[in-house]
């Protein structure tokens, strides 16, 4: 942790994409903070090589049916084996953080219960909205989801395709993580 360019090694759990495309989007920003970060996908291999040298290891997952991909779940047992929480930071993707005030641990239901079942006390704990997209979805997930959204107030048209991520949010979240790295030096 004594190296001058700080480092954040990222790994992520996305089924349609969007987790991806935000860590790929906190990457960039983490770069041009001065700030190196590595970005694995957990789904590429069955076992992963924790790189606990990291000044941070943010674990960003997609939330499929109230639960975050099992890839990730795996992935943060292996992690809290291998890194202390206070160098762990988790990002949780899911439509709910479309709403105001649903981006935070308090605020956010999967985030907070993530936390609570597992004990975790992380650096940094986020929630960004992901996207929806129903003419991508099976029948069975596309009703599903139009069920959920019809007791949240959201879109049930079946052609709606809305990408829900705050990308200044996605920015903001950068500055966090490159002064919690920068902090530590
Ligand atoms: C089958 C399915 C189930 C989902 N379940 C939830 C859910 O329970 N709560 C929620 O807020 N978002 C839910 N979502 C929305 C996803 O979290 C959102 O689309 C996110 O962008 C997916 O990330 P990914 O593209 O990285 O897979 C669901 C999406 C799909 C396709």
């Given at each position: 942790m004594t190296s001058e360019?700080?480092?954040?090694?990222?790994?992520?759990?996305?089924?349609?994409?969007?987790?991806?495309?935000?860590?790929e989007r906190l990457a960039e920003h983490l770069d041009r903070r001065g700030v190196g970060a590595?970005?694995?996908?957990?789904?590429?291999?069955?076992?992963t090589v924790i790189d606990a040298e990291a000044d941070l290891v943010l674990l960003a997952s997609a939330i499929r049916y109230g639960f975050h991909l099992p890839p990730a779940r795996r992935f943060?047992?292996?992690?809290?084996?291998?890194?202390?929480?206070?160098?762990i930071a988790v990002v949780?993707?899911?439509l709910t953080a479309r709403k105001p005030g649903r981006q935070t641990a308090e605020g956010n239901v999967y985030l907070r219960n993530w936390l609570k079942r597992t004990g975790l006390r992380p650096a940094l704990a986020a929630a960004v909205a992901g996207r929806l997209d129903y003419p991508a979805y099976r029948w069975f997930d596309r009703t599903m989801?139009?069920?959920?959204?019809?007791?949240?107030?959201?879109?049930?048209?079946?052609?709606?395709?809305?990408?829900?991520?705050?990308?200044?949010?996605?920015?903001?979240?950068?500055?966090?993580?490159?002064?919690?790295v920068k902090a530590r030096l």
């Amino acid at each position: 942790m004594t190296s001058e360019r700080p480092r954040i090694a990222i790994y992520f759990a996305s089924r349609d994409g969007q987790t991806r495309k935000i860590v790929e989007r906190l990457a960039e920003h983490l770069d041009r903070r001065g700030v190196g970060a590595t970005v694995t996908d957990l789904a590429a291999s069955v076992s992963t090589v924790i790189d606990a040298e990291a000044d941070l290891v943010l674990l960003a997952s997609a939330i499929r049916y109230g639960f975050h991909l099992p890839p990730a779940r795996r992935f943060l047992a292996q992690l809290r084996t291998e890194v202390p929480e206070t160098r762990i930071a988790v990002v949780s993707v899911n439509l709910t953080a479309r709403k105001p005030g649903r981006q935070t641990a308090e605020g956010n239901v999967y985030l907070r219960n993530w936390l609570k079942r597992t004990g975790l006390r992380p650096a940094l704990a986020a929630a960004v909205a992901g996207r929806l997209d129903y003419p991508a979805y099976r029948w069975f997930d596309r009703t599903m989801i139009q069920a959920i959204m019809t007791l949240t107030g959201g879109p049930t048209d079946p052609t709606t395709v809305v990408e829900y991520t705050d990308w200044a949010e996605v920015e903001a979240l950068s500055e966090e993580l490159a002064k919690l790295v920068k902090a530590r030096l």
